[in-house]
Structure formats: structure tokens, C-alpha cells
């Protein structure tokens, strides 16, 4: 391979650390191979997540409200964008996110790059419009140098959305206790394994939190409400046989990502218990898997000790 090549290689780790450098770096275009290219537009991806001039004020980023040491929650009911205003759902986790078809709660976005658009233009969140953000990002050396090194063009939306959804599919890990007991046969308590049979043979809710993720990313009513102030799925399709229904969430992590719900209305996994083992508010479009259920106190704490099984080790103390 040609000497330049490899200085582009080599360069990268450089220009990812050097975001305050007024330097821009020219290179004539040569396509570097999967692993570098990935790496480099991985990392740029992250450099844009916690990059606040990504909103309009310069007031918050991607991680306001996708925090990692909270599996990329923010641990509030509803997010709160720039001037502190108010979102309109609860921000769910972004742990395992490669997995997922369509995005946000309703499932009204097709893929991560166009997620990416959604929060940035929305008044409520980052506040800005594409135009707001070009050619403000553009002028940016990191960026433009990096736009040039991966794509051979300055940094516009296109590699803005590739990148960030690059570093949130670099955003998988199962570890955890649950993993250790199904792949490695460990077992560091028998409720794990009680738990789990609850959950999986006596409730089913392998039904619709079923694989690897622990969803199988459908769109359900699970009787939160009677009457619902926020109709999901409705808003995009205007069917009536959508009102009330949300995105099946990953159950990864779930121990560190409350408040629960699309609302964030329930504040713990026992309130989360409760509310299923009631069978669930009357409604019509209410999926026929919410059937209320009897648990003993025991039963409880083992299914608590399997959901909270499901934490990765990295945020396990």
C-alpha cells in the first residue's frame, strides 16, 4: 500500500483527540480498509454524541438525555431538551439498539440514520433545524477533516448520520449475570433461575420480551391506561386499532433505566409487577397477553432478582 495511506491511518486517533485544533487536514482521498474505516467513523460518532453544538443553543447533546453510566436513560420521567423545556415521552435506552428495525416509541422512524434527524429538529429537544446545524458543524476542523479522510466530502448531514448511528450499533454487550448462567452454566443464585421460569413459563412474557434483547421490538397495548392522553402508534398510522400502542422495550439494563413506561409512570420494577399482575386497564385495543395473574411475595423477589439480573456487569457496584 502507498506510504499515504497509512499516515491517514494513523493520523485518525490524532484528529479524533484534537477537537479544539484549528488545523484542518487536507488529504488526497484514498478509501481506508473496513477495520480503520468502522473504528474512524465510530469515533467520530461518539465525539458527536456528547457534542453539544449539535443543538441549537449549544446547551445539550445527544448524552443530555442517552447518559451511559445509565444505560443511555436519563433516569427522568420525560426528557427535557434546550430552555429546559419538556419532551413528549421518556427516553428509552439506546443498550443493544443494533438490533432494532424502527425506532422511538411508536416505531414511526425506519432506521437509526434517520432517527438521528428526530431529536436534533425537534423544538423540544435539540431545537434546531438542519440548516441551523450546516454550515455551523461543517466549519468545524475535526469534522471537515474526518468528512474528508472517510467519505472524500466535507462534513454535511450524510456523514453527521452515519456517524452517530455507527457509535449507537457500537453500543452492544451482554454480560451479565443472566448471561453468565446461559452461556457459561454459572449460577451465583437459585432465585435467577426460579425467576426466570416465572417469567418465561408460568407468565410468558417471552411472548413479546422474548430473545437475546428481550423484545421482540412488536407494537402492543398493555393496558396502561383506560383513556390515552398520548395515542402512540395512532399518531403515525391513524388507525384506531393503534391508539395505545408502544414499542415492546428491551428488557437489558432494565434495573438502571426507571422511571418505565412510554411516560415514565411506573418509578420501580415492583410498580412495573403490579400494574401486570392486575391484568391491566379495559381497553380495546389491549393485547390479549395482559391477563391479570397471582403471584406469592417469594415469587416476586425472584422474578426482581432475574429482571435485575439482566444489568450488565459494568453498572453492577
Not at 485518525?12 to 484549528?22: E, K, R, V, W, Y
Not at 480503520?36 to 443530555?64: H, P, W
Request: hydrophobic residues 35%; proline residues 4%; negative net charge.
Amino acid at each position: 500500500m502507498k506510504l499515504q495511506f497509512w499516515i491517514g491511518v494513523l493520523l485518525l486517533p490524532f484528529l479524533i483527540q484534537c477537537t479544539d485544533s484549528n488545523t484542518s487536514v487536507e488529504k488526497h482521498f484514498k478509501a481506508l480498509d473496513t477495520i480503520a474505516f468502522n473504528k474512524a467513523l465510530i469515533d467520530l460518532g461518539e465525539k458527536l454524541f456528547f457534542d453539544t453544538r449539535l443543538s441549537l443553543d449549544n446547551s445539550v447533546s445527544c448524552a443530555t438525555c442517552h447518559i451511559p453510566q445509565l444505560a443511555f436513560t436519563d433516569g427522568k420521567k420525560i426528557s427535557v431538551g434546550i430552555h429546559q423545556r419538556i419532551g413528549k415521552r421518556n427516553t428509552p435506552s439506546l443498550w443493544n439498539v443494533k438490533n432494532q428495525q424502527e425506532m422511538m416509541w411508536d416505531k414511526g422512524v425506519r432506521s437509526l440514520e434517520h432517527q438521528a434527524i428526530v431529536p436534533l429538529q425537534d423544538t423540544n429537544e435539540m431545537g434546531g433545524t438542519i440548516l441551523d446545524l450546516f454550515p455551523k458543524l461543517s466549519e468545524i476542523p475535526l469534522y471537515d477533516s474526518l468528512a474528508k479522510v472517510l467519505y472524500d466530502r466535507t462534513f454535511d448531514p450524510y456523514v453527521l448520520t452515519r456517524a452517530l448511528s455507527a457509535y449507537q450499533r457500537n453500543i452492544y454487550q451482554e454480560n451479565s449475570e443472566f448471561d453468565d448462567w446461559k452461556k457459561l452454566g454459572l449460577v451465583k443464585d437459585s432465585a435467577l433461575i426460579r425467576g426466570y421460569i416465572i417469567f418465561d413459563q408460568k407468565l410468558n412474557c417471552t411472548q413479546c420480551h422474548s430473545g437475546t434483547t428481550f423484545t421482540d421490538n412488536s407494537l402492543q397495548n398493555n393496558g396502561l391506561y383506560q383513556f390515552y392522553e398520548d395515542p402512540g402508534r395512532y399518531n403515525i398510522s391513524a388507525d384506531s386499532l393503534d391508539i395505545g400502542k408502544f414499542k415492546v422495550p428491551s428488557l437489558r439494563n432494565v434495573s438502571i433505566t426507571a422511571p418505565y413506561m412510554h411516560d415514565g409512570s411506573f418509578e420501580n420494577l415492583y410498580d412495573v409487577i403490579m400494574h401486570y399482575e392486575s391484568g391491566g386497564k379495559s381497553h380495546p385495543n389491549k393485547s390479549p397477553h395482559i391477563q391479570p395473574f397471582s403471584l406469592s411475595e417469594l415469587e416476586r423477589n425472584d422474578l426482581l432478582y432475574f429482571l435485575n439480573a439482566l444489568t450488565d456487569k459494568r453498572f453492577v457496584n
